[in-house]
């Protein structure tokens, strides 16, 4: 994501940004919602070219930002809480409840990835 | 430093006492004791100035979470390079970007932190060296009498050194006392984001030169 961010900072032109971040909710949706455990190291390629989408959006918007310093702190801050959002609700895992529960919060990230994409939500 | 009861965890601990018994004073207000604004200033500097605070708190969090042993000699070469630093920048030689370069440094060393390879000693050296030399060149006051700027110099010396010891020296304390990865996860977690804010600032400070 800090990748990403400072190619959108220094305006590295880089097209489909808004379409890479609606995938990611596709993808990572579905693959929450099949239960599909993939190697680490293909989660990290996965996860990580879709965070440089992620990190560019911010960092196109930043150099506009009143305060850029605090602008960086709030979505890096923010982002990190969401993760920790998402861990914490992966740890119903260990329920056979929480797998249902987890798994159909997947297939609703991944409709509102859908959504995005095609300009419903 | 050579007796037995002189580990590294007893020296980390003396010094978060120092830390701890000369710090409060930043909480307050204004200078408690008139005459020592110019060193006060300088305590405090690393904490208001966003670009060195960032770099000593990923500088501190690679110390931290490196062998116990290394905190020792990395501490030191910071403050002999910040010393450095200062001289050089006193004498009237200061790189262009010398803001940008310290937010670079912290994104080094707090990416280093984050990904946490095993031995990397002389990294941590290396990175505390520049580190050291470019907080000397930030810390260098704008102008005014010579006298003035080496005690507001020295405020600064201090406090970067005081920070230091509790961002570093307190991580590696806890790691030693304390069991548990989570210590370890949560100081990774927290320099992956110091890396992020340092070099999304060092990105914009060169992209609108």
């Not at chain 1, 800090?2 to 993808?27: D, M």
Request: net charge neutral; charged share 5%; glycine share 14%.
């Amino acid at each position: 994501m800090a990748f990403g961010t400072v190619l959108g900072i220094v305006g590295v032109p880089i097209s489909g940004i808004e379409t890479g971040i609606a995938s990611s909710a596709i993808v990572l949706g579905l693959l929450i919602l099949l239960a599909i455990r993939l190697p680490l190291w293909i989660a990290c390629i996965i996860v990580g070219v879709f965070a440089i989408f992620h990190g560019y959006a911010h960092g196109t918007e930043l150099p506009q930002a009143a305060n850029p310093l605090a602008f960086i702190i709030g979505f890096v801050l923010a982002t990190g809480m969401l993760h920790l959002i998402g861990i914490g609700f992966g740890l119903l895992l260990r329920w056979p409840a929480g797998k249902v529960a987890v798994r159909t919060l997947g297939g609703i990230i991944s409709m509102a990835g859908i959504g995005f994409l095609f300009g419903i939500a | 430093l050579a007796s037995s009861s002189a580990s590294p965890e007893r020296i980390a601990a003396s010094g978060l006492l120092l830390a701890g018994s000369l710090v409060p004073q930043p909480a307050l207000a204004h200078s408690s004791l008139p005459g020592i604004e110019g060193f006060y200033s300088g305590l405090v500097h690393p904490l208001i100035s966003y670009h060195q605070l960032l770099a000593l708190l990923g500088l501190g969090v690679m110390l931290g979470l490196g062998r116990t042993a290394w905190f020792g000699t990395a501490w030191l070469v910071f403050a002999a390079f910040a010393i450095v630093g200062m001289g050089t920048g006193l004498s009237g030689y200061l790189p262009a970007d010398e803001t940008a370069g310290l937010l670079l440094i912290g994104f080094l060393a707090a990416t280093m932190a984050a990904i946490h390879p095993p031995g990397i000693f002389v990294l941590s050296v290396f990175l505390s060296a520049l580190a050291g030399i470019f907080y000397g060149f930030t810390s260098v006051p704008d102008s005014g009498p010579m006298r003035n700027m080496i005690i507001t110099l020295f405020g600064s010396f201090v406090g970067a050194n005081l920070l230091l010891v509790y961002v570093g020296g307190g991580l590696n304390w806890f790691r030693n006392r304390f069991s548990g990865g989570w210590i370890n996860i949560a100081s990774r977690i927290a320099a992956a984001w110091i890396a992020t804010i340092s070099v999304s600032m060092a990105a914009l400070i060169l992209s609108s030169q």
